[in-house]
């Protein structure tokens, strides 16, 4: 049992994901047009002050524009995303060492490096004499961070951020620098959706379009057990934005030649 994942489709439509999605979570999420209502969507173009790309931040700013259009409410603001870094740093480490832990000495060859330090971290969790009051406080600023975040969605319907501070990059080769600033190695060009793994919260990503050839995700994350609400907006702006990828598919096509 984990807090930080749960299985979601990932689809080449929302209509397919909504199927998968009706599978996992064995209920029926009924189709109807959600721009019937118009929400108030909190927008923030960089949780955290986290550097965004500077084409994925164009694109992004043009997608809430085509959103604003339809009528719904768009208010630029910080999120409360204070807190879950301590809750998560300590809590996942302890229980990926408490499921996996074994393949240290079992199969260290087959482990990536970046699993493996996550695994060697853990243990030097175990070490600690006041592991239980670690997890404890933990787990507390967990509590008080999820609660802080859904009082946020009294006044608000959704939340909009980017999914990826930049497009994707080579194999191995984590950007360093985003739009001028040094960035975190491992957070750096993914700093936008661990926080609502931790919450709880539901969320999806929609391609909005392309900076330098490469696609750009929109991040949209409702209140909890808003599946429902997200399927349908998605599905919506999927019609507004009409994300072609067509150019994707042909370039990079398994049957690909130069």
């Given at each position: ?5 749960a ?117 030097g969790?175990?070490?600690f ?92 994350v ?16 999927e ?13 990079w ?6």
């Amino acid at each position: 049992m984990s807090d930080f994942i749960a299985p979601g489709p990932l689809t080449h439509c929302v209509e397919d994901a909504r199927i998968i999605l009706e599978l996992l979570a064995e209920t029926k999420y009924t189709r109807q047009s959600a721009n019937k209502r118009k929400y108030r969507i909190a927008w923030s173009p960089n949780p955290e002050k986290n550097p965004v790309d500077v084409g994925v931040a164009k694109v992004l700013a043009e997608a809430v524009g085509k959103i604003s259009a339809l009528g719904h409410k768009i208010t630029e603001t910080e999120l409360p995303l204070d807190g879950w870094k301590q809750a998560f740093n300590t809590l996942v480490v302890v229980e990926e060492y408490r499921e996996r832990g074994n393949f240290l000495k079992e199969a260290p060859e087959k482990l990536t490096d970046y699993e493996r330090k996550s695994l060697e971290a853990g243990s030097g969790f175990s070490g600690f004499k006041d592991l239980q009051d670690r997890v404890e406080n933990a787990r507390k600023a967990h509590r008080e961070y999820r609660q802080r975040l859904q009082e946020f969605f009294m006044n608000f319907d959704l939340i909009a951020t980017p999914v990826t501070a930049t497009t994707a990059f080579p194999i191995g080769q984590r950007p360093d620098t985003i739009d001028g600033q040094q960035v975190n190695w491992l957070w750096g060009a993914v700093p936008f959706t661990a926080a609502f793994n931790v919450s709880g919260n539901p969320a999806v990503s929609i391609p909005c379009g392309f900076s330098e050839g490469l696609p750009v995700g929109l991040q949209l994350v409702g209140q909890l057990n808003s599946e429902e609400m997200l399927l349908n907006f998605s599905e919506d702006l999927e019609t507004i934005f009409s994300f072609d990828d067509a150019p994707l598919r042909k370039q990079w096509s398994l049957n690909h030649k130069e």
